[in-house]
């Protein structure tokens, strides 16, 4: 007799999982100085805490696909949390920042491989029609755990030191690994299909090199004037056109390209990738403004972010059930819509502006992504046929770190070139005066260009429909 599958158990262990897992994203970020000061390292040297962990992250998205449709969900799942747990145990035993590093790269490796594998899961057990919902519940955790990780993070450190944000963390991926142990089921089936090696090295240089290429560009001080950056982003390019050509070749692909035929799942994964590039710019470029030419502290700046943040996720479940209720359209139109409002009004700010305008602002651009990102996602995979789910997930996660490296190099970029352009038109004393208002124009350069890519959103969104699941035949469930 056939056994159902208990769906609420399953989504339960899912959700306690991400929960720890990306929260360690942010969790590290206000500890970065310190960490400095501790292993007598300079800023170049910890970004690689950072900037490695979104490394790692992105090589091993493309491999999910494969690695999903070579193992059960189980071994997934426990396999991805022990090794992440065995990660944070390296990273809290750590003597030098080498040993520090190597935990917190086999940390990224789990959370890499996690998301992916849990989407997939989630697409075969739900059917379309509920699928909003389900997503946007799952999307509480992963937009609520970043967004708490900065203020979490500073009370951690300024109380317990460094060491306790992966101490903390320990017993809660304990807990899920013997969670699961006890009430995870299977969903799906095991194909096993053949590993293309080159494949696999064409996709590794490919999408690490451009990870490692705009991050790079972002946080030096060339940026892409570095012959360096400029050559290691060409080669990565060079190896993903190559990439993409051989997944048309060959019978068993690592990642199946062929998804972007599908109309709306193309749009989709467009207009979330566009998003994630502001999303992750405007994290960057509004705290160095307000700690900048409006002059609060970090820990402020934080706070005052805050209010946007935890809407951003705490909204999520709901924008899914209003998904399932009234398509992608009525949610996608008008939150693009708003999205351009807000490009307007952060491409003229200025330091005379009251604080709680930005305030409001940001609050309304992120229930405005809050509104674009699950339901594009979300839709998009609904229209592809089941055996391409993993292929489907792989891909849109992929892309996730590669938005958002590129959104903050290009964007961080942007508003150097417009700070310099500003200063090297000065005449006179270079003032405080005066650098605030070179850092305000090249704030407002960086949302021009933000503002083009959301006009474009809006137009791309306006072509979207409601996706229709061609094969869809649900796990069965109790």
Known sequence: METKINTKIILVTFMIGAFFAVLNETLLNIALTELMDVFNIKA??????????????????????????????????????????????????????????????VQAVGTGLLIPVIMNALLLLYPPEVRGRIMGTFGLVIMFAPAI????????????????????????????????????????????????????????????????????????????????????????FASLVFFVWRQLKIDEPLLDVRVFAYKNYAIGVTIFVVVIMAMFASEIVMPMYLQGPLGYSAKIAGLLLLPGALLNGLMSPV????????????????????????????????????????????????????????????????????????????????????????????????????QTSYLEKQTGQITQQVLDRAMTAGVHHAYWFALALCIGTFVIALFIRKAIAPDFEPERQK
Not at 92 to 104: D, E, K, Q, V
Not at 383 to 402: D, F, R, V, W
Request: overall charge positive; some cysteine.
């Open 319 to 418: 924008m899914g059930t209003l998904f399932d209720k009234f398509g992608p359209r009525k949610l996608i139109i008008p939150a693009s819509l708003v999205l351009v409002g807000v490009m307007i009004f952060f491409s003229n700010i200025n330091p005379s502006i009251p604080i709680w305008w930005f305030i409001v602002a940001y609050i309304v651009l992120m229930l405005s992504i809050s509104a674009i990102l699950m339901p594009a996602q979300t839709n998009g995979l609904n229209e592809l046929p089941k055996h391409l789910y993993p292929h489907g997930t792989a891909i849109a996660n992929t892309l996730q770190p590669i938005g958002g490296a590129l959104g903050v190099s290009v964007f961080v970029s942007i508003m150097s070139q417009g």
């Open 44 to 105: 170049p040297t910890v970004q690689w805490m950072a900037t490695g962990f979104m490394l790692v992250m992105g090589v091993l998205m493309p491999i999910s696909a494969l690695l999903i449709q070579w193992f059960t969900t189980r071994q997934m799942f426990i396999g991805v949390m022990s090794i992440f747990l065995t990660g944070t145990v390296i990273a809290a035993c750590a003597l030098n920042f080498p040993m520090l590093l190597t935990g917190r790269m």
């Open 149 to 236: 990780g900065p203020t979490l993070s500073g009370v951690i450190v300024d109380f317990l030191g460094w060491r306790w944000l992966f101490i903390t963390v320990i017993p809660f991926a304990v807990f899920s690994i013997l969670f699961a142990m006890k009430y995870l089921e299977n969903v799906g089936e095991i194909t096993r299909p053949k590993a293309d090696v080159l494949s696999i090295i064409l996709s590794t240089i490919g999408i690490g090199g451009i990870v490692y290429g705009f991050s790079s560009a972002g946080e030096s001080g060339e940026g892409f004037t570095s012959f360096k950056i400029l050559l290691i982003i060409g080669i990565s």
